[in-house]
T-cell receptor, first 118, second 113 residues
Framework: GAVVSQHPSWVICKSGTSVKIECRSL??????MFWYRQFPKQSLMLMAT?????????EQGVEKDKFLINHASLTLSTLTVTSAHPEDSSFYIC??????????????FGPGTRLTVL | DAKTTQPTSMDCAEGRAANLPCNHS???????VYWYRQIHSQGPQYIIH???NNETNEMASLIITEDRKSSTLILPHATLRDTAVYYC??????????????FGKGTHLIIQP
């Protein structure tokens, strides 16, 4: 149980284009999803927290207009990197957490998406 | 969340028990100790968590000192696949853990054949 998937696993795009990354909880309903970013040889940094049906909460220094997050259902959240630039190249990881009574109330992580912007 | 201190790296021989220490001297009474690990180029994997008592699951054991200022994660029979960065995180568990996790630098555990 507690499987979280991400799609795509890797993507290469040209500077100025937008890229959408999907995060799905496969066997539980995720009331909260989190998006992290990890640069090479660094640790994960939380970007934003999203609750199903409401606006995401962004961490300080993360541009909400650049990193659009949608959590429209209890099993799907998307992160769209708009007008991507080479400095946005990173490993993007989502995690999902179920409701407190669901048995899935810890954070379970997806496999990550490697974004390379040329 | 309380700050944690972990060694940067550790080696362990395959088949031996790997003991990973974590100091969290400023932990408060309602904060839990969580352990995650991240294998290269993968997402983090939840291992175990505890509050006061020692905990064991199919992956590992967690030993928390009586004063709760430090803990040790034990992998009883390390294999090559256990090579990863191990993160010790201290945090509240209010509301089931609604807040995102704060990852430090972790310990890079290398299992030697």
């Amino acid at each position: 149980g507690a499987v979280v998937s991400q799609h795509p696993s890797w993507v290469i795009c040209k500077s100025g284009t937008s890229v959408k990354i999907e995060c799905r909880s496969l066997d539980f309903q995720a009331t909260t999803m989190f998006w992290y970013r990890q640069f090479p040889k660094q640790s994960l940094m939380l970007m934003a927290t999203s609750n199903e049906g409401s606006k995401a909460t962004y961490e300080q220094g993360v541009e909400k207009d650049k990193f659009l997050i949608n959590h429209a259902s209890l099993t799907l959240s998307t992160l769209t990197v708009t007008s991507a630039h080479p400095e946005d190249s990173s490993f993007y990881i989502c995690s999902a957490r179920g409701a407190g009574t669901s048995g899935y109330n810890e954070q379970f992580f997806g496999p990550g998406t490697r974004l390379t912007v040329l | 969340d309380a700050k944690t201190t972990q060694p940067t790296s550790m080696d362990c021989a395959e088949g031996r028990a790997a003991n990973l220490p974590c100091n969290h001297s400023t932990i408060s009474g309602n904060e839990y100790v969580y352990w995650y690990r991240q294998i290269h180029s993968q997402g983090p994997q939840y291992i175990i968590h505890g509050l006061k008592n020692n905990e064991t699951n199919e992956m590992a054991s967690l030993i928390i000192t009586e004063d709760r200022k430090s803990s040790t994660l034990i992998l009883p029979h390390a294999t090559l696949r256990d090579t990863a960065v191990y993160y010790c995180i201290v945090r509240l568990r209010s509301g089931g853990g609604a807040d995102g996790l704060t990852f430090g630098k972790g310990t890079h555990l290398i299992i030697q054949p």
